[in-house]
């Protein structure tokens, strides 16, 4: 099933390591940035909209990608 593989490479995007030099925010930094709720974000997260990472549990969004999403480049 495609959802299936979907949903696993997404996981899989979740899973990887933060780079130091990155700049990260939180889902309610991710939020204010882009004019949505958290409830929002967390949906974008789970439908694969948006790119994150997931270290300890918690979602993290690396700005220089939030940028490009807003542009389109993703």
């Known amino acids: 099933n495609i959802q299936k593989i979907i949903r696993l490479m ?24 882009l004019n949505v709720s958290e409830k929002t974000v967390r949906r974008y997260v789970r439908d694969c909209i948006i790119p994150f990472t997931k270290p300890r549990g918690r979602y993290y969004f690396a700005k220089s990608q939030l940028i490009a999403f807003i542009n389109n480049e993703l």
């Open 10 to 33: 997404c996981k899989l995007n979740g899973k990887t390591n933060m780079a130091s030099e990155e700049t990260y925010l939180t889902t309610r930094q991710t939020a204010a940035v």
